[in-house]
C-alpha cells in the first residue's frame, strides 16, 4: 500500500476516534480516569515557583515554536517542507479550537474534584494546547524521518516527543484540562495532520526520479 494511502486511512481513524471520544466528553465531567489522572499528577509534582516557571516557558515555546520552525524550513529552502508546517500548524492555531469546542461544551476541571492552581476561561474538550502542541510535533516528526537518519533527525525527535508530552501534562496538572481533553486534542489534530502528510506523500510520488549524475 502506498504511503499516502496509509495516512488517509489514519485520518479517518484518528476523526472517528475524536468524533466517538467527543461524544462521550459533551456536556460531561471526569470520564473514566480522568480524576485519577489528575490527582496522581497533582500530587507526584507539587506546585511551586520552579514548575511554574517551566510550564510558563513551555507555553510561551509552544505559542511561537510554529513560526522558529516555519523560519528554519525556509532558511534550508525546503518550499514543499515549509507549507506543510504552514498547513499543519496555522488553522490549529487559529480556528480549530474556537470551531471544535462549541460542539461539545464539556465544562473545564472544577475545585472540590482537583486543585486548580491556573484557571482557565471557556470549555475543555478538545483541548487548544494539546492540538497545537501535536500540530508542531507531528509535523517535526514526519520532517526528521524524512531528511533520514542522523544525530540531528534524532534530536528532533526527541525534543518533538518530550515536547509534546509535558506541554500537555502542564495543562492537567494545573487543573485547565482533562486527560480526555488533552487525547481528543491530540486526535483531532493528527486527524487534520495525516491528511496533510497523505497530499504531501502523493505530491512527492508525483515527483519525477532525479537523473543520475
Not at 523560519?71 to 499543519?88: E, F, I
Not at 465544562?107 to 500540530?135: C, D, E, H, N, W
Request: some cysteine; glycine content about 8%; proline content about 6%.
Amino acid at each position: 500500500m502506498k504511503s499516502y494511502r496509509t495516512f488517509l486511512i489514519a485520518a479517518a481513524l484518528f476523526l472517528l476516534c475524536a468524533v466517538l471520544l467527543g461524544l462521550q466528553a459533551k456536556g460531561a465531567g471526569p470520564l473514566p480516569g480522568d480524576l485519577e489522572f489528575s490527582r496522581l499528577v497533582q500530587s507526584l509534582l507539587p506546585f511551586n515557583g520552579g514548575v511554574s516557571t517551566l510550564w510558563k516557558v513551555l507555553g510561551e515555546t509552544l505559542r511561537y515554536l510554529p513560526f522558529a520552525v516555519l523560519a528554519v524550513v525556509l532558511g534550508l529552502r525546503k518550499w514543499d517542507w515549509a507549507a506543510l508546517v504552514a498547513l499543519a500548524c496555522l488553522p490549529v492555531m487559529f480556528w480549530s479550537e474556537s470551531l471544535l469546542k462549541p460542539l461539545f461544551a464539556r465544562p473545564r476541571p472544577v475545585a472540590g474534584l482537583v486543585t486548580i492552581y491556573q484557571a482557565a476561561k471557556g470549555t475543555g474538550f478538545p483541548s487548544g494546547t494539546a492540538m497545537q502542541a501535536m500540530a508542531v510535533a507531528g509535523v517535526l516528526l514526519y520532517l526528521a524521518r524524512l531528511a533520514g537518519p542522523s544525530a540531528l533527525a534524532t534530536s528532533v525527535t526527541v525534543f518533538s516527543l518530550l515536547f509534546l508530552l509535558l506541554s500537555n501534562v502542564a495543562r492537567v496538572h494545573v487543573g485547565a484540562h482533562w486527560a480526555t481533553d488533552i487525547v481528543g486534542g491530540w486526535l483531532f489534530a493528527s486527524a487534520w495532520l495525516a491528511l496533510l502528510l497523505a497530499g504531501h506523500q502523493c505530491w512527492l510520488d508525483c515527483q519525477p526520479d532525479e537523473e543520475p549524475a
